[in-house]
């Protein structure tokens, strides 16, 4: 990947490997990262230390981005601690305060992400699974908020940030990206709350323009994610949507609470290959995804080994995807699961490991399975058409 010469090193504010850097080390880490930008091209090299990251680090719009580490286990970017609150009891609509309790790091005038129906969601119909509401003032016992509830919500509801950042995120017209040799930690902790982030609190999330019914307006291009540890997200490790020619290897991507490698909306073409994956919701998912390729991983106690399934409607989604050579060992569901609606997908040389349901499931027909050993399944070693 070509870069410009030109190398932007953050040095300045770094005091030992132990060093614990805050809000004026992530606007330095932006500023070189902008400057990069403005440039048409550079480097961003971090030294070591343990930089706490609270507004995400963003690429909008760059090319030719190099941003690296110098000691891929003593560079970490860590998200700060999360936002969330769970309800005491259950509060009707029109209610302007919310009962909590286990409320940590809410403000007035965040917007919260209440975990209980909403909104009828113009694309399926069906009740939204979350609704919005602004924080006017925090207790230690209860929000007011900003204007009364527009839905019920339920006691013991979870409530958190509807504008947590990602860690990473990579935007716009950007191309030729690369993010190496970093430990990139979500922040989470066994007395956090099983939040799933989705497209929220992720590593590294890419994403294009698109729409679910109209499809890309835009992709992003040619990134590529490289010798890096992902872990401790509540959202995804790796996120791609509307993304084009791009990889993630050689990565140890661990501990998620939502997928460690996720393809999705109209992610044509890109790689996952020798990544190390271990407990994670699911290791990696396909979803509207076409022309990818996941080869060589190790993935290893995961609850789903790799889920590839549709959302959009749009003809040829989900097709012409290869998943070679990889190893499931010790799901606690299904090794593989294609669903429906997909086609032409090739399954080949995978070595499926004590699966705690089935090896692999297809509930489509026109898939090609070759070469694929079983051990310890527990259910069937293939299942479906």
């Not at 917007?111 to 509401?133: R, V």
């Not at 140890?252 to 790689?271: L, P, Y």
């Not at 097709?319 to 090794?335: K, V, Y």
Request: proline residues 5%.
């Amino acid at each position: 990947m070509p870069f410009l010469s030109r190398s932007r090193v953050l040095l300045a504010l770094l005091l030992g490997s132990a060093s614990v850097l805050h809000a004026q080390s992530e606007a330095a880490i932006q500023q070189f990262i902008n400057e990069a930008i403005q440039a048409g091209g550079g480097s961003v090299v971090i030294p070591p230390g343990t930089y706490v990251i609270e507004k995400g680090l963003v690429l909008k719009d760059a090319k030719k981005i190099k941003l690296t580490g110098l000691d891929r286990e003593r560079t970490i970017l860590k998200l700060a601690p999360i936002a969330f609150a769970e309800t005491g009891m259950d509060t009707p609509a029109g209610a302007s305060e919310l009962p909590v309790r286990k409320s940590q790091n809410l403000r007035p005038g965040m917007q919260l992400h209440i975990e209980s129906p909403g909104d009828l969601d113009s694309f399926t119909k069906k009740p939204k699974p979350h609704h919005l509401a602004v924080i006017k003032s925090v207790a230690a016992d209860r929000l007011e908020l900003a204007a009364p509830l527009k839905h019920p919500v339920p006691a013991g509801t979870q409530l958190r940030h509807a504008d947590a950042p990602n860690l990473i995120e990579i935007r716009g017209a950007s191309e030729q990206i690369l993010i190496e040799n970093l430990t990139i930690d979500g922040g989470r902790t066994a007395a956090d709350p099983p939040v799933r982030g989705h497209a929220q609190l992720c590593g590294i999330f890419a994403t294009g323009m698109y729409d679910y019914e109209k499809g890309p307006a835009s992709l992003v291009k040619g990134v590529t994610i490289s010798r890096c540890i992902i872990q401790n997200c509540f959202g995804r490790g790796v996120a791609f949507y509307a993304v084009e020619a791009s990889t993630v290897e050689r990565c140890t991507i661990m501990d998620t609470n939502d997928e460690a490698i996720d393809f999705d909306h109209f992610t044509v073409g890109s790689i996952a290959r020798h990544n190390h994956i271990a407990r994670s919701l699911t290791g990696i998912e396909l979803n509207d995804a076409t022309e990818c390729q996941i080869s060589g991983n190790d993935i290893r106690s995961c609850g789903t080994g790799l889920n590839l399934w549709r959302w959009c409607r749009q003809p040829g989604l989900n097709e012409r995807n290869r998943i070679l050579d990889n190893l499931f060992a010790s799901t606690t569901g299904n090794a593989i699961q294609i669903g429906k609606d997909t086609g032409a997908n090739v399954i080949v040389d995978n070595h499926i490991d004590q699966a705690g349901k089935n090896g692999i499931v297809l509930n489509s027909p026109g898939q090609t399975l070759e070469k694929n050993r079983f051990e310890g399944v527990k259910l069937k070693e293939v299942t479906g058409p």
